[in-house]
């Protein structure tokens, strides 16, 4: 059992936004477009999107809980944090945002993905990027080079992921353009932040922490470079540019399981995991994955991080549901009323409490320490160093 979790948890980890890009929805989804290419089975796919959400989970939703929790809450969650500090660390870096700019050549970006990637191959062999939503990369006009944009079925485009264009452009310091990524936290006065940078929402909306009174605004003038440019007051702009980062983000994710499944002990790990059934193997697991998956959803809507602060459309209906929940804690006997009680403890920011159903799921981070194996030789908290 704690094998085929270590294995769906860490696939895509880091992935579907190559550490945590898009908000918790695109991430969500992109998983799950992934898990149909591979024919996950339903439970597979549900611990690969838990997984996928764990460089949030123990970065900016543990963050956002500090800063809404009070006496005891908080007091458990510092706790909680000091446990896993190797975790939080590795979560940090896995934002790929600024690396306190050391992330100065296209080489060593590649290096970064082809180090990941070994390790990857390696930790799941022995028992997935967040990059295209918090990058420029989509602003490049690939159609300008020798490789080119790629069109969609559904007539959306592409760019190409970084692996195809290594292929075909050499040598990454030799490219045309510098790939760059945001500064976070966001800095007062500084160009290509946070802030300014991701694809994260599908209206490009966000808080801008670096400005006084962190207002809520439009970002769409940051990403009016490349192809498919966003423009002011232009929603199916926005939503093109965004879709567009989306649509790379899934392509590279399906792509990354491929290339981990180039090691055999990995792909015979994986393939012994991608069948799991819970509901026949481990029914009180099913339970908490099923917790799991409703507290991803409430702590994303209460942080502002399911689809933006005010999610459009069928989100937004789902988030305002769940935030409309006013559950006592003390219901918490009753086992068949487990999702509400999560949902009315998460959406009260009670994060440790919420963790006590959920908890197999983050233990196994906690216990093996996934997120820090995947960065080993690349960084932590925020740095990037290159050991080769």
């Known amino acids: ?74 007091d458990a969650l510092n706790q909680y944090v000091a446990r896993n500090a190797q975790d939080r660390d590795a979560a940090i870096f896995f934002h790929f945002d600024n690396l306190n700019g050391e992330l100065d050549r296209n080489s060593k ?61 050499g040598d990454p310091d030799k490219w045309p353009f510098q790939v760059k990524t945001g500064i976070y936290p966001p800095v007062a006065g500084a160009a290509n932040t946070h802030t300014h940078m991701n694809h994260d929402n599908s209206r490009l909306i966000y808080k801008e922490y670096e400005t006084q009174g962190q207002p809520l605004v439009s970002q769409a003038k940051y990403h009016d470079a490349g192809p498919v440019p966003a423009h002011e007051q232009d ?8 879709q567009m980062a989306f649509n790379t983000a ?36 099913a339970r908490e994955l099923e917790a799991g998956q409703i507290t991803q959803t409430a702590l994303s809507c209460a942080a502002g991080k399911w689809d933006g602060e005010d999610p459009p459309g069928d989100r937004g209906v789902l988030c305002r549901t769940v935030l409309d929940k006013t559950i006592s804690p003390g219901s918490a006997s009753s086992a068949s009323k487990i999702e509400s009680i999560i949902v009315g403890l998460a959406t009260g920011a009670a994060f440790p409490y919420a963790l006590k159903y959920t908890g197999k799921f983050w233990e196994i981070h906690g216990q093996y320490h996934l997120l820090d194996h995947l960065a080993a030789g690349i960084g932590s908290a925020g740095h990037y160093t290159q050991k080769q």
């Not at 399981?257 to 012994?272: C, F, G, L, R, Y």
């Open 250 to 285: 899934i392509a590279a994710s399906i792509e990354w399981v491929k290339k981990v499944e180039e090691n055999s002990d990995a792909k015979a790990a994986i393939e012994s995991a991608k069948s799991w059934n819970l509901k026949l193997k481990d029914p009180k697991l």
């Open 1 to 74: 059992m704690v094998r085929k979790l270590v294995v769906l948890l860490m696939l895509l980890a880091v992935l579907a936004s190559p550490a945590s890009g898009f908000d918790t929805f695109w991430h969500s989804e992109a998983t799950r477009k992934v898990a149909d290419a591979f024919a996950f089975s339903e439970d597979a796919r549900k611990i690969m999107q838990l997984g996928n959400f764990s460089p949030d989970f123990f970065g900016p939703v543990s963050d956002f809980a500090a800063n809404n929790l009070h006496g005891k809450g908080l």
């Open 109 to 169: 970006f590649d290096y970064l993905f082809t180090r990941l990637l070994t390790n990857t191959q390696s930790v799941i062999g022995s028992y997935i990027k967040d990059f295209y939503s918090h990058s420029d990369w989509i602003h490049n006009d690939f159609n300008q080079t020798a490789v080119k944009l790629i069109r969609l079925p559904d007539g959306g485009y592409r760019a190409p992921t970084w692996f195809e264009f290594r292929d075909q452009a």
């Open 235 to 242: 929603v199916a702009s926005v939503l093109a540019h965004q």
